[in-house]
């Protein structure tokens, strides 16, 4: 076991290091970057990068601004150096977990990172909850009435639900319940008065805000963990020990609950870690945009449109270390639900 999870860390090293030289790689070669767009401010332009893209004969924002001025931006923003030392500079930053500084929003990356922190845990942790309570119930109730109308009525319910897209239902949760009936707020996670409010009144303020954006979340996430679940357990009851369980006279009951649920949630569970941080840092950017919510990928999208480069690679290498130790995790649960299973 020792030695399997030091072989996974050696190989998380190339593996991390890879993907942020291709990032890195990418960066150098796309146009508008925050020398441009400075230039382009100093020109009284909106946008550098897009008046070169329009030209077709290469980059003309400087024109105008004298070389030395040019000179003093590049300085300004790191890009005097070689690319190969900026980025043999940024990796030491990173090994001492460093992530640097917004070019635009003169905070440390790792700053803004824990400002936008609470809005991601918030919808992360609701999601997640919230789909597996209703998924795995689900998901055994449907493979104990394999076949029933109660079946099939469900799986029409899940697949419709995974099939409208989180955007387009958040869309439409906005429109009845925010515009028309105005029962929920438009935006935000908080009202502006929240600091004011007694501790019984913040949280029901807190759960009114989040209310349709975790609606709109869970409907289309819970769908695959509880098909997961069901056949999991149809898989687990046609087996010859349940059937052995049976003839010894045990209940229902105990045949499900203590020997069929213990092999079915193998795949579950073992996939709790790899959900758990996924909820935090994949599909929320749509809705966090929908509904006014400034978290993560509000910041990430935002940093790559701006070209502000230290928070795209450093929200990228924090994400990237947390999902390589995260699979890590995921597979020595295996281990841990099932001491069958030997990594030698």
């Known amino acids: 076991m020792v030695s399997y999870i030091l072989k996974r860390f050696a190989l998380m090293l190339p593996t991390l290091l890879g993907i942020l030289l291709l990032t890195f790689a990418v960066i150098q070669f796309v146009p508008g970057g925050p020398v441009e767009q400075m230039v382009a401010q100093l020109q009284g332009r909106d946008s550098g990068g897009e008046r070169a893209a329009a030209s077709g004969s290469g980059y003309r924002g400087r024109q105008g601004v004298d070389d030395k001025r040019i000179a003093e931006i590049r300085q300004l923003y790191g890009f005097d150096k070689p690319a190969h030392e900026r980025f043999i500079q940024m990796l030491g930053q990173f090994a001492r977990f460093d992530m640097g500084k917004s070019f635009y929003q003169h905070k440390d990356v790792w700053e803004l990172v824990k400002e936008k922190m609470p809005v991601s845990i918030s919808l992360g942790l609701w999601t997640f909850f919230i789909s597996y309570l209703i998924a795995v119930p689900l998901?055994?109730?449907?493979?104990?009435?394999?076949?029933?109308?109660?079946?099939?009525?469900?799986?029409?319910?899940?697949?419709?639900?995974?099939?409208?897209?989180?955007?387009?239902?958040?869309?439409?949760?906005?429109?009845?319940?925010?515009?028309?009936?105005?029962w929920f707020p438009l935006r935000g996670l908080t009202s502006s008065n929240w600091a004011s409010l007694s501790w019984g009144a913040r949280v029901t303020?807190?759960?009114?805000?989040?209310?349709?954006?975790?609606?709109?979340?869970?409907?289309?996430?819970?769908?695959?963990?509880?098909?997961?679940?069901?056949?999991?357990?149809?898989?687990?009851?046609?087996?010859?020990?349940?059937?052995?369980?049976?003839?010894?006279?045990?209940?229902?009951?105990?045949?499900?609950?203590?020997?069929?649920?213990?092999?079915?949630?193998?795949?579950?569970?073992?996939?709790?870690?790899?959900?758990?941080?996924?909820?935090?840092?994949?599909?929320?950017?749509?809705?966090?945009?929908?509904?006014?919510?400034?978290?993560?990928?509000?910041?990430?999208?935002?940093?790559?449109?701006?070209?502000?480069?230290?928070?795209?690679?450093?929200?990228?290498?924090?994400?990237?270390?947390?999902?390589?130790?995260?699979?890590?995790?995921?597979?020595?649960?295996?281990?841990?639900?099932?001491?069958?299973?030997?990594?030698d």
């Open 139 to 182: 998901g055994v109730a449907k493979a104990v009435r394999s076949g029933s109308r109660f079946d099939l009525a469900t799986t029409l319910l899940v697949l419709v639900g995974y099939a409208i897209p989180g955007f387009v239902l958040g869309v439409a949760l906005l429109v009845i319940f925010g515009g028309q009936l105005q």
């Open 205 to 343: 303020d807190y759960l009114w805000h989040i209310a349709l954006p975790i609606t709109a979340m869970v409907l289309g996430s819970f769908a695959v963990t509880t098909m997961l679940t069901k056949n999991a357990f149809l898989e687990e009851i046609r087996k010859q020990y349940v059937l052995t369980a049976r003839a010894k006279g045990l209940s229902e009951r105990q045949v499900l609950w203590k020997h069929v649920m213990r092999n079915a949630l193998i795949p579950i569970v073992t996939g709790f870690p790899a959900a758990f941080i996924g909820a935090f840092f994949t599909g929320s950017l749509l809705i966090e945009t929908l509904f006014s919510l400034d978290g993560l990928g509000l910041l990430s999208y935002e940093a790559v449109i701006r070209r502000d480069y230290p928070v795209v690679l450093g929200t990228l290498y924090l994400f990237t270390l947390i999902g390589l130790v995260t699979k890590l995790v995921s597979d020595l649960c295996y281990v841990w639900v099932d001491p069958r299973v030997k990594f």
